[in-house]
């Protein structure tokens, strides 16, 4: 990660806000093959925004949401052949956790994922996701 800001903001005891802006810079090169002059170089920079609020609904429920924003850049290198574009990404969860008894917690959430892509180095996609947790702690 190159750098990131965040700013938490309560307004009330059982709301609260968390947005984070963030900066990711990366480049990665690895041997195709095996062969010293079959290299493939990638590089990327990634922009994101997001936001989660939770609410605590009672002393042992809280449910949250978030959406989140992601621009990449792309850039690849196969020897003399290169390519580059970029995309975008929207993310967007609802969820519920229950704090059942001090050491087990239940919960669930529903997701959504869409990315755009003007790059054949990512491929264009929308996806809906949905998942449940159960968390057992020891506490000695």
């Known amino acids: 990660m190159t750098g990131d800001i965040s700013w938490d903001w309560r307004p009330t005891g059982k709301l609260r806000f968390v947005t984070t802006l963030s900066r990711d810079t990366g480049e990665e090169i ?61 993310f967007v969860n609802v969820g519920v956790r229950w704090a059942a008894m001090r050491s087990v917690t239940l919960g669930c959430s529903l997701g959504y994922e869409s990315r755009s892509s003007s790059s054949a180095l990512s491929a264009p996609y929308d996806t809906r996701t949905a998942s449940c947790f159960g968390q057992f702690a020891l506490q000695l």
Request: proline share 0%; net charge positive.
């Open 30 to 90: 690895s041997l195709l093959g095996g062969s010293a002059d079959q290299v493939l170089s990638n590089s990327r920079v990634s922009t994101s925004i997001g936001t989660r609020a939770t609410y605590e609904v009672t002393s042992k429920v809280t449910a949250d949401a978030s959406v989140r924003y992601v621009h990449r850049k792309l850039d690849a290198a196969v020897g003399a052949l290169s390519a580059d574009g970029g995309d975008n990404t929207r």
